[in-house]
């Protein structure tokens, strides 16, 4: 991963949290979060999606948010650069195409620790060049479709047989495509295939030694 200059003991450093659909990214960021507090922010991948006219198509016509091209990712990299230079980021959230509701403006402060929250951290090199530590969330298919589904219904008004066709079509090629070859180079991998609570000490006191 990247390494910053004589300016890192100031400069926020930057923690890409990688893994496939409904590995529990989300998850793990929100309790690293929790434990560092003020010292922490997230910016997620998820709020560059482009609009659904936008967002490249399958062979059905249906819109593929799978493939890196459904998500701006220059400007992302642009925004953590920003973020790298210790300047604030304001920015609109995604609302996952559901009627009705609004986006809100997000305040990703440049905190001493930005977790980078997406899909394709590692395959957009504009991104990955910018990591000062990767982490893999890993879980079986099998497990994060079964996520998936709940999720999908419960956050994303989502109806279980798109989720279906969605992840035959669309998931599984883009992670067999555009995630999988990167999972060897992480630095740490967090193993989430239970439905169990996280230990995550061995991150936490990796990331403490980060920015002491």
Not at 195 to 206: E, G, K, M, T, Y
Request: hydrophobic share 40%; glycine share 6%.
């Amino acid at each position: 991963m990247f390494k910053d200059d004589d300016t890192a003991s100031v400069a926020p450093q930057i923690i890409g949290v990688s893994g496939g659909s409904a590995s529990g990214k989300g998850t793990v960021v929100r309790q690293l979060l929790a434990h560092f507090g003020a010292r922490a922010a997230v910016l997620c991948m998820d709020d560059y999606y482009l609009e659904k006219d936008q967002v490249p198509v399958d062979a059905d016509g249906e819109p593929n948010f799978d493939v890196p091209e459904s998500i701006d990712l220059e400007r992302f990299a642009r925004d953590v650069e920003q973020l790298r230079g210790g300047k604030d980021l304001f920015i609109n959230s995604y609302t996952f195409n559901q009627p009705g509701v609004v986006s809100e403006r997000l305040h990703i402060p440049a905190t001493r620790l930005i977790f980078l929250d997406g899909l394709y951290l590692l395959h957009h090199p504009e991104t990955r060049k910018q990591l000062h530590l990767s982490l893999w969330i890993a879980a079986s298919a099998r497990t994060r479709l079964d996520r998936r589904v709940k999720r999908d219904a419960a956050e994303r008004s989502v109806p279980e047989h798109e989720v279906q066709y969605q992840w035959e079509h669309h998931v599984r090629p883009g992670e067999e495509a555009f995630l999988d070859p990167h999972v060897d180079g992480t630095d740490l991998t967090v193993e989430n295939e239970l439905d169990a609570p996280l230990d995550l000490q061995p991150v936490i006191d990796r990331l403490e030694a980060l920015i002491a």
